[in-house]
């Protein structure tokens, strides 16, 4: 008995099929295009001087023998950039009451955080601007330093802004039912703080910009290791008052990004203005030690979290407080509070209940801006989540796997409306966790647990249900003012040679972007994928869109190429069907030929159309104009966000005698909707996991007292390698979405998302035997110890 035919069995069937990504080989044989490798005529290179105080007041400086130095062309200041480029402040109007103090490239009177730039230095080569930063001299005098929450929030405490009330950038707070009631009456209540530690992206290529000004033009290109160039030729337009005609941001291949290449640097706004000074190429590229103190940091948490239920383990309500600290400024221009909203947002998303308070309060503080990282939110609202129904399920005395099957929102109960006002489309929270339960091999694990107890191994497993925002709508930017695209837009082109070159809004930082494009064009056009050349990263050729960030690029970025395409292959079969005297109905594209559409017959290859419609237009019928070219853009509409879940499960053993821990296997279940190309989502997943393990027992941006980052190298900032990181499982689930023809959904953050509440339960399960718990992240052996009173 045969298979049954399924979608892929079909020619040029490319959605769902696993296929490698076009520019791997050309990056693993040494040939990537990285902005750190660009070398330009009369290139110029700049190096940054450094706050050594968190908190300081610039009393003088003194340049001269920088200035002097042989091969230095400029020094500059604050004052100096501050004459040629407008400040910006990193607030959304949609975000009522939140303030930020203006920002400058540099700075005019004072440093904020330990690492701020402070002078620049331009000069024949990097090393060169180097020595001459030693040459200068900076008086500071010392301000109070604030650098804990609890110091920020104190009530007559140093502010970091003055003039202003006090250090909160912005406090909300979500109110949904009777949440006083429900814990009134409830059976039981579990609570508990948390705290997440900081971490920061630690990519592969760091941060890098040349800037190029041509005076004689007025005109600029910037090469911008960045995920959103659009964004950024709008800002380089705005702040510095060129035309944005005359502003080109190429980014070509990224070293990684994980959402940390978004924001507005003072490094990268001063570069520009650097190049604008001198009239020539400037280029700047963060060393490991500069990213430390200059990338954003992300996580930065305290949370307050309770959660009633009845007799019956069934949740009734969640009341909760997030203190979120942000740094010295909220970024620019996507700001530092978008994660506390959607911490907020998101906990409890996964389960059917009413009733939910939360406060948000986030906080300035004397360090690094925190800032959008990969999973936004996600993991904070989803180890708070989870470790409470972890909790729960003990108190009352039911299996993990039980008490969620109790509470998730059922598969056929869709849509939903959640308590913190997210509208749900379609999940699949109940085919997850049955996929989880039987992947895991669930009752084999615990009788292996039972068992190893006994022999003093202690082992844990940790289940954690998640809910990850993917394909955000216009409202999310737009509606605070930032002018940020949630639309895509591609150009299709037949070429004279019948292949297709797509350009496109979306882009490329390592996550096979250009995979599924060209997949999406050579599937719904019918040729061969290598006969689709994906263009993108370039404001000058490519049409504006919004680029790629919160896991938009398959859904809105493919289900553009999809429509574009679809517009492109009528235009041809409309020329194919004169030239044949057919009805365009009558006809299909398969292998790049134009077939009869019910025998399959060949009729003639698109390259002959293409050839007739350049060369020979005049063979057509009179009056035909031949459209091999069509431009086309998408932004998504009905459901504000394209919601995905999941679950995941985690198998770890804690050596009760040195606190560390050996992750065993990890395993998850996704619906990221319409699979598009499942290898590529699988890596996606793996890559996400392993940094959500890494946030989860490595990484953690120490400071002093004083403000200062103690552990800013890699000789002292973990990171997860190879030999930590266990077997991964993937299991997929797919609930396409209605609002796009294409059906997919993002799914980039969905493994980062619930990796270290995961962590956080399984830990936890396995000091049980010992009355231990842990409740925050990192998990490091110290906390195990401590928590086992063993330190």
């Keep these: 008995m045969t298979a049954p035919l399924t979608s892929l069995d079909r020619p040029n069937s490319y959605i769902g099929r696993s296929v490698p990504r076009p520019n791997a080989k050309r990056l693993l044989t040494g040939r990537g295009r990285y902005v750190s490798d660009l070398r330009l005529p009369r290139m110029l290179h700049a190096a940054f001087l450094r706050s050594p105080h968190a908190h300081a007041k610039i009393v003088a400086i003194n340049t001269e023998q920088a200035r002097a130095l042989e091969g230095v062309h400029l020094v500059t200041t604050g004052e100096d950039l501050a004459r040629i480029c407008t400040p910006w402040t990193g607030t959304l109007d949609h975000f009522k009451g939140m303030t930020s103090a203006p920002q400058l490239p540099l700075p005019l009177d004072r440093v904020v955080w330990a690492g701020q730039a402070v002078v620049a230095v331009v000069a024949e080569s990097r090393a060169l601007a180097e020595d001459a930063l030693e040459l200068i001299e900076i008086d500071y005098e010392d301000l109070p330093v604030v650098v804990d929450i609890d110091s920020a929030r104190e009530v007559g405490g140093p502010l970091i802004n003055p003039g202003t009330a006090n250090n909160t950038c912005f406090r909300s707070q979500l109110d949904n039912g009777t949440v006083d009631d429900a814990f009134a009456h409830a059976a039981h209540v579990v609570e508990e703080e948390f705290s997440f530690g900081r971490h920061t992206a630690v990519t592969l290529e760091p941060r890098a910009i040349v800037a190029d000004y041509d005076p004689a033009a007025g005109a600029l290109t910037v090469h911008h290791a960045t995920q959103t160039p659009y964004q950024f030729q709008d800002l380089y337009s705005r702040h510095y008052g060129i035309p944005e005609a005359r502003v080109r941001v190429i980014a070509t291949d990224i070293?990684?990004?994980?959402?940390?290449?978004?924001?507005v640097y003072h490094e990268d706004m001063a570069v520009v203005g650097l190049s604008i000074l001198l009239g020539r190429p400037v280029k700047y590229v963060a060393d490991r030690i500069e990213s430390f103190v200059s990338d954003i940091h992300a996580r930065d948490h305290r949370v307050r979290a309770r959660m009633a239920l009845d007799a019956m383990g069934e949740i009734l309500a969640m009341d909760v407080l997030d203190l979120t600290a942000i740094g010295a400024f909220s970024?620019?221009?996507?700001?530092?509070?978008?994660?506390?909203?959607?911490?907020?947002?998101?906990?409890?998303?996964?389960?059917?209940?009413?009733?939910?308070?939360?406060?948000?309060?986030?906080?300035?503080?004397?360090?690094?801006?925190?800032?959008?990282?990969?999973?936004?939110?996600?993991?904070?609202?989803?180890?708070?989540?989870?470790?409470?129904?972890?909790?729960?399920a003990a108190k009352i005395g039911l299996d993990p796997f039980d008490i969620r099957a109790r509470n998730v929102i059922a598969d056929d109960a869709y849509p939903q409306t959640s308590p913190t006002g997210y509208r749900f489309e379609a999940l699949s929270h109940q085919a997850c966790?049955?996929?989880?339960?039987?992947?895991?091999?669930?009752?084999?694990?615990?009788?292996?647990?039972?068992?190893?107890?006994k022999r003093g191994v202690y082992r844990g497993i940790g289940i954690a249900a998640f809910v990850e925002i993917t394909n955000p709508s216009p409202a999310f930017y737009g509606v605070g003012g930032a002018r940020i695209s949630s639309q895509d837009g591609a150009i299709l082109s037949l070429?004279?040679?019948?292949?297709?070159?797509?350009?496109?809004?979306?882009?490329?930082?390592?996550?096979?972007?250009?995979?599924?494009?060209?997949?999406?064009?050579a599937d719904q056009l019918g040729l061969a994928q290598e006969h689709v050349k994906v263009i993108m990263g370039d404001t000058e050729v490519t049409p504006h869109g919004g680029a790629t960030w919160a896991c938009r690029g398959a859904g809105i970025g493919g289900e553009t190429a999809l429509q574009a395409t679809r517009v492109l292959k009528r235009n041809i079969l409309e020329i194919a069907a004169l030239i044949l005297q057919e009805q365009p109905s009558a006809l299909d594209i398969i292998d790049g030929e134009v077939v009869d559409a019910v025998t399959r017959n060949q009729r003639l290859p698109i390259s002959e159309i293409a050839r007739i419609a350049y060369f020979r237009s005049d063979t057509l019928p009179p009056g035909t104009q031949a459209q091999l070219t069509v431009s086309h853009h998408f932004a998504p509409q009905g459901y504000p966000f394209a919601f995905t879940n999941g679950i995941q499960g985690c198998s770890l053993e804690v050596d009760v005698e040195t606190g560390f821990i050996k992750v065993l296997k990890h395993f998850i279940v996704e619906d990221c909707g319409r699979v598009i190309n499942p290898m590529l989502v699988d890596e996606q997943l793996r890559g996400g996991i392993v940094q959500g393990l890494g946030a989860a027992l490595f990484e953690e941006c120490r400071y002093s007292e004083t403000g200062q980052l103690i552990n800013g190298s890699l000789a002292d900032y973990l990171v997860p390698m190879p030999m930590e990181m266990p077997d991964i499982v993937i299991g997929h689930v797919e609930t396409p979405t209605a609002d796009t023809v294409l059906g997919a959904k993002g799914v980039g953050e969905a493994g980062t998302a619930a990796a270290s509440a995961c962590v956080l339960n399984a830990v936890n399960d396995a000091l049980t035997p010992f009355g231990a718990t842990i409740n925050s992240i990192p998990i490091t052996p110290i906390k195990i110890l401590k928590a086992l009173k063993r330190f």
């Design 255 to 263: 070293g990684g990004s994980f959402g940390m290449k978004l924001h």
């Design 331 to 392: 970024t620019y221009p996507r700001t530092s509070v978008v994660e506390g909203n959607q911490v907020i947002r998101l906990i409890g998303a996964p389960y059917r209940f009413k009733n939910y308070r939360a406060t948000l309060e986030v906080i300035f503080q004397n360090k690094v801006q925190t800032s959008q990282y990969r999973a936004v939110g996600h993991p904070i609202a989803c180890a708070v989540t989870e470790r409470l129904v972890d909790m729960a």
């Design 433 to 453: 966790l049955k996929r989880l339960y039987e992947m895991m091999g669930y009752e084999a694990l615990r009788a292996e647990q039972a068992d190893l107890r």
């Design 495 to 521: 070429t004279p040679s019948g292949e297709v070159r797509c350009l496109i809004s979306v882009t490329e930082q390592g996550q096979g972007t250009e995979a599924i494009i060209s997949q999406i064009v």
